[in-house]
Nanobody, 122 residues
Framework: QVQLVESGGGLVQAGGTLRLSCAAS????????MGWFRQAPGKERQFVAS????????DYADSMKGRFTISRDNAKNTVYLQMNMLKPEDTAVYYC???????????????WGQGTQVTVSS
């Protein structure tokens, strides 16, 4: 089992920055691929970014490329999502997820956190 706890969400003005963290506990964190997803009210959960277990392979949704950066620190059992140039349409609950296989844009992750709210005001 892996437990995931997100933090770092909050209210920010458009153009601002936030860094989300996802702390993992349980089984060996470094063996898991990690992903970030988000869900806005009334919308489906959406892929944001993913990272391989070594951190050497990253992937981003098109609308996040150049603004968001995913990274991980296996020594701290933590994955991060640096979000720059935030827009009101980035408002959502952000979830991190872990899976034992390679990273994917699909929802096929084994473990999910409870989410952290990000609100971007215009």
């Amino acid at each position: 089992q892996v437990q995931l706890v997100e933090s770092g969400g909050g209210l920010v003005q458009a153009g601002g920055t936030l860094r989300l963290s996802c702390a993992a506990s349980g089984r060996t964190f470094s063996s898991y691929s990690m992903g970030w997803f988000r869900q806005a009210p009334g919308k489906e959960r959406q892929f944001v970014a993913s990272i391989s277990w070594r951190g050497t392979v990253t992937d981003y949704a098109d609308s996040m490329k150049g603004r968001f950066t995913i990274s991980r620190d296996n020594a701290k059992n933590t994955v991060y999502l640096q979000m720059n140039m935030l827009k009101p349409e980035d408002t959502a609950v952000y979830y991190c997820a872990a899976r034992e296989r390679g990273p994917t844009r699909e929802y096929k992750y084994d473990y999910w956190g409870q989410g952290t709210q990000v609100t971007v005001s215009s």
